[in-house]
């Protein structure tokens, strides 16, 4: 006797509704449902799915999706850290400036006061009721809580006011 083939004959392959049954199991669609929409027996389904790797299909484009995400936001995380660093060093690079012996201590005061609490600093200095709390670190305490008047002006700094406002009295001794 021949060869014989125990089943039904290989039809031809229906590339297009497999394609579209897959569409419809990636979508979340029962298998049931999706034989009822194309026209095929569950087992068709189910075979489909086995022979095509639905759920190792299904798993890789899950995977590539989340790696995109992940990509994504890591590259916009990261671009809005270097944002950010560039940002911070610019303030930085301003407070410096305003702590400058040059300025004032009013300025140079605020200016500390600034660096604080962009750090998130709301208690740096020791209790100023301590005794062994210098006076400077007792300004500073006042200062961030707002307790500090105008400081008496340095040499220099009143000698810049009184030129503005044509009071300097200028010692020319003549030698």
């Known amino acids: ?5 125990i089943g039904r004959p290989a039809g031809k392959t229906d590339y297009n509704r497999r394609l579209r049954a897959f569409e419809l199991y990636a979508a979340g669609i029962k298998k049931s449902d999706i ?3 194309l026209g095929v027996t569950r087992p068709s389904i189910g075979n489909w799915a086995k022979k ?7 798993a890789g484009i899950v995977n590539r999706a989340e790696e995109a995400i992940n990509s994504a936001v890591g590259n916009e995380i990261a671009d809005t850290l270097l944002r950010l660093r560039s940002q911070m060093s ?9 702590c400058q012996p ?3 201590p009013n300025v140079r005061l605020a200016a500390i006061k600034h660096w604080l609490t962009l750090a998130g600093i709301t208690r740096a200095i020791p209790n100023p009721a301590d005794p062994t709390t210098p006076k400077s670190l007792e300004l500073i305490e006042d200062l961030l809580h ?3 008047e105008d400081l008496p002006l340095t040499k220099n700094e009143e000698a810049a006011q009184q030129r503005e406002n044509g009071t ?4 020319r001794r003549l030698d």
């Open 1 to 5: 006797m021949g060869d014989r083939v």
């Open 35 to 37: 034989a009822l929409e």
């Open 52 to 58: 095509d790797n639905w759920d190792d299909r299904l």
């Open 90 to 98: 610019q303030r930085i690079k301003e407070l410096e400036q305003l």
């Open 102 to 104: 040059s300025n004032s």
């Open 146 to 148: 707002g307790k500090v």
């Open 168 to 171: 300097l009295v200028e010692d």
